[in-house]
Structures are given as C-alpha cells and as structure tokens.
C-alpha cells in the first residue's frame, strides 16, 4: 500500500525513478549495486532496461510506474529541478489501473514540478 511519506524502491516508483534520472550517476550506481527490486511481474528488474527507462525519462520529463510497485497501482511524476537541472524532490498523481490513465496527468505533473522548481529557486 502507498502512503505519504511512506518509502518504496527508488527502482520501481515514478517518483523514484524521477528523481534518478536527475541525480549524479553515484545516486544511479548505487541503486543498481543494491539490485533492482522486483515487487511485481511488471517491475523492471534488468539494468539495461532500467537505465533505457531513465534516459527516456529525462528525454520526457516525466517517469511512470505502471503496476510496478503495487498491481492495480499506477503512477505518472515530474522531477522538481534546481538551477543546475539536478532533482531536489519530484511530485506524482497515482490511482486505480482500472480507472486511471497516467498519461493523462503528463502536462499537470511537469507543470506543478515546474511551479514548485520556480517557488524552490526564488
């Protein structure tokens, strides 16, 4: 179950993967060295694929978990950057898979990440 505040794999989670994908590759490398945690069928447990998905991520803007973390859960999340394009936190909207698309969030999530990077620099 999600909570606020509640932690989750940086690998499996939208917002982890987020955040990783703005982060020092030390950040990066650390995540792959601990393993890619595999909590459902659809997490992403090879490394390859994992940094494919990160660099896609930092193409978009925006990450995904797709019933990775939790089947039924699905999730869309938009780093907030600091001056130097680096992740400082990330923002998500999630729901139910049956009632919920994620990517019809996309342009909600990165403008609200944007807003709050805006707010964070001064």
Request: net charge positive; with cysteine; glycine share 10%.
């Amino acid at each position: 179950a999600s909570s606020v505040g509640g932690r989750m794999p940086a690998g499996c989670s939208a917002l982890g993967k987020a955040m990783l994908a703005f982060s020092g590759r030390e950040a990066i490398r650390a995540v792959l060295e601990r393993g890619l945690e595999r909590r459902t069928r659809y997490s992403v447990a090879d490394p390859a694929r994992f940094l494919q998905e990160l660099s896609r991520v930092r193409a978009e803007g925006v990450a995904f978990d797709r019933e990775e973390i939790q089947l039924g859960l699905v999730c869309a999340a938009a780093p907030v950057l600091d001056a130097d394009g680096r992740a400082v936190a990330a923002v998500s909207v999630s729901g139910p898979a049956t009632r919920f698309n994620p990517v019809t969030a996309v342009a909600e999530v990165r403008r609200t990440a944007a807003a709050i990077a805006r707010d964070y620099r001064g």
